[in-house]
């Protein structure tokens, strides 16, 4: 059961929810798939941490074989290789390692080379899997590590929790493409509707599942719950904007595990996501 936890911007507070849903559960498996900024290990603190390096394959030239045919120029969708002069010149920043240019080249003057971008972690925070992914500083896009860490099984593990990335670019639909259910954050603000708007197209884009949870609930009006109301959308819970809740998130503490109040919350919450996800999977079995 593999379930997404995102949101239209970051600080909305989707790394709180998935954090504590994981640390709710029996046993859960937590990925941070918000692989240019990820913090869900500063709450989790993992032990035996292992680690794996994540590389792309790029094109490289081999200048004596080149005549200079332009295939591979005229192939490449993303301008990622270009000649001046008589020379074949790669651009690493905006190639997509899709190989075709090394497969098309009559003179077999293109190979792939190895290039590191990042890395996994692995590791261990009592009921909780922690995986990681790092993309090193500099590189354009972390679509490789997100899917190697989704390619992780954990056999035996039943509860998988998807920290995204925010907002709802390429990354983000990597993040969401195999979920089971997809949980959206949003804060009730003007500001908060258009993030929660921008992610909720995308999630009936990919006809996932889907409810909300209301974060920093203040008394008055929500125009996110207004939003949720008139789109119909399931509402899974509501958080207050609460000095507690504030403060342990302040300072990298799990909610769950410092708080018998926010342990009910949350467990509360898993029951009903949980239920939910279950009710999904059997109606469209």
């Keep these: 059961m593999k379930i997404a936890v995102l949101s ?38 993992p032990e035996k941490i292992e680690s794996e390096k994540v590389s792309i394959k790029l094109p490289y030239v081999d200048e004596k074989r080149c005549t200079g045919c332009h295939k591979c120029v005229d192939f490449c969708k993303f301008n990622a290789l270009t ?16 190989g075709g240019c ?64 925010p907002g709802s670019a ?5 993040s969401i493409k195999d979920a089971d259910y997809c949980i959206l954050v949003a804060e009730p603000s003007l500001f908060g509707v258009h993030n929660l708007a921008m992610v909720y197209d995308l999630i009936k ?16 009006e929500n125009p996110s719950e207004k939003f949720c109301l008139e789109k119909g959308i399931n509402i899974l819970g509501k958080l207050p904007f609460d000095n507690e809740l504030g403060t342990l998130n302040s300072n990298a503490l799990i909610s769950v595990r410092e708080s018998e109040k926010y342990r009910d ?16 999977t059997a109606i469209n079995s």
């Design 83 to 98: 000649y001046i002069g008589t020379k074949l010149y790669v651009f690493d920043e905006v190639c997509h390692s899709c």
């Design 205 to 220: 884009l990919f006809k996932k599942p889907h409810g909300v949870v209301l974060n920093k609930c203040l008394n008055g």
């Design 102 to 165: 090394v497969l098309l080249c009559p003179e077999k003057a293109l190979s792939e080379r190895d290039k590191v971008i990042g890395e996994v972690q692995k590791g261990v925070s009592e009921n909780v899997t922690v995986i990681t992914g790092i993309l090193n500083t500099g590189e354009a896009s972390g679509i490789q590590i997100i899917k190697k860490l989704l390619d992780d099984k954990n056999e035996g593990k039943n509860l998988t929790f998807i920290d995204c990335p």
């Design 170 to 174: 390429c990354i983000v639909m990597e």
């Design 8 to 45: 239209g911007k970051g600080g909305t507070g989707k790394t709180l929810v998935s954090v504590n849903l994981a640390a709710a559960a029996k046993e859960a498996v937590y990925i941070d798939c918000d692989v240019e900024e990820p913090n869900g290990y500063l709450f989790f603190k």
């Design 265 to 280: 919350v949350f467990s509360s919450l898993l029951q009903t996501v949980t239920k939910e996800v279950q009710y999904e």
